[in-house]
């Protein structure tokens, strides 16, 4: 049997997208929501920013952040959806990528409108185990990390860092019951399971972009605004959407102008003094 050459339309996907990403010459610091909505709060906090939208419900953004040119798109739900975006933004030359995200917390003192950043996340999205063997860790860059700590704490915005779980479904996958009431074997145990080991909250993409920026060179970081508190009961957006979406943009921010001064991204591992400099 004759194989598809790589590179051909077949094994690159959806070239529409591509193309109208190329149109807007997207930067090299990029946020990643799920909501192609949030793309619009991401942009009506920047200056000079520019919207598009692209094939099959995707959102972009480009503009200007405290003189720093970011961009955003949406990834829409999932891993299997994340790891198309990250694909063709990485194939574009995106070298930082952070989720801005939403998740249900796991633990009752954590209210909504509160930030979660996590740097690792459990694996339980089914995608990144067509890349790496279960035990490959799904961890941020601890640059991604203490950007957006620091931008959280700078911007006076309550947040926790730690493990997250990333599954791979919004029902069953994160313990809650499905039509008819449904409960499989994994939903009656996983919240108390994940509980018990620290885990601070559900989500469903951030373990797919740790481990695909891991397994190939890039950085990336994950915050998540709650609006779900899953031992209280409580859903509400409480404002968290958008004190995620400016702790993301900060956060590029910083890393822009670390980079800076370590001549450019990757030229040298980061440390103090690089940060001390950009002050």
């Known amino acids: 049997m004759k194989m598809t050459a790589t590179g ?43 919207v598009v939208t692209l094939p099959r419900a995707y959102k972009a953004a480009v503009g200007i952040y405290r003189g720093v040119r970011i961009g955003a798109m949406s990834t829409a739900i999932g891993a299997p959806s994340l790891e198309n975006v990250f694909t063709d933004l990485a194939r574009l030359g995106v070298h930082t990528f952070i989720r801005v995200g939403t998740c249900g917390t796991l633990h009752a003192d954590i209210e909504t409108g509160s930030l979660i950043i996590n740097d690792a996340s459990v694996r339980l999205d089914g995608t990144t185990h067509f890349y790496a063997r279960p035990e490959f860790p799904a961890t941020a860059s601890h640059e991604a990390t203490l950007a957006l700590s620091d931008s959280a704490a700078a911007l006076g915005h309550p947040f926790w860092i730690g493990t997250g779980c990333t599954a791979g479904s919004f029902l069953t996958g994160q313990g809650r019951p499905a039509l008819n009431g449904f409960m499989s074997k994994h939903s ?92």
């Open 8 to 50: 051909s339309p077949a094994t690159m996907g959806d070239q529409r997208r591509i193309q109208q990403l190329r149109e807007i010459d997207l930067p090299a610091y990029m946020l990643l929501p799920g909501d192609p909505d949030r793309v619009d709060i991401m942009a009506s906090q920047w200056q000079d920013a520019t």
């Open 188 to 279: 009656e145990t996983v919240l108390e399971e994940m509980a018990s080991l620290g885990v601070l909250n559900f989500e469903m993409e951030a373990a797919s972009l740790l481990t695909f920026a891991r397994i190939f060179g890039f950085r990336a970081g994950v915050v998540c605004s709650v609006i779900a508190n899953r031992r209280t009961g409580v859903w509400a957006e409480s404002g968290g959407v958008a004190k995620a979406c400016m702790t993301g943009a900060e956060a590029l921010v910083r890393l822009s102008q670390w980079d800076e001064q370590r001549g450019g991204h990757g030229k040298a591992p980061l440390v103090a003094a690089h940060i001390a400099a950009s002050a």
